[in-house]
């Protein structure tokens, strides 16, 4: 039986929730296209995968296209593995 505590804490947020959910099934995302699935603020999206980034889960790439700054995600092996494994855990919880 699983117990609520397995479930991975970094995945707790909706937003988080959203972003590797986005990035599970797309290689590269920019921010503006992030930002407009999930419905949330710049800070919100910001703050939200610097964390998932620090965890090691997803990967921030900023460049310059012509002079305006870009920035995209994708998920790291790691962060798929994870993720993965919450869904996992999620479903075992659900009793399926």
């Known amino acids: 039986m699983i117990k ?31 930002k407009g699935l999930l419905d949330v603020t710049d800070g919100n999206l910001a703050s939200h995968s610097t964390a998932l980034e620090k965890a090691g889960y997803i990967e921030i790439k900023k460049e310059f296209v012509g002079k305006k700054p870009k920035t995209s995600y994708r998920v790291t092996n790691s962060g798929r593995q994870a993720f993965s494994e919450h869904l996992n855990a999620l479903e075992k919880l659900l009793g399926r």
């Open 4 to 34: 609520v505590n397995q479930l991975n804490k970094e995945f707790e947020s909706r937003v988080r929730l959203g972003i590797m959910s986005v990035l599970m099934v797309n290689d590269w995302v920019d921010f503006t296209e992030m």
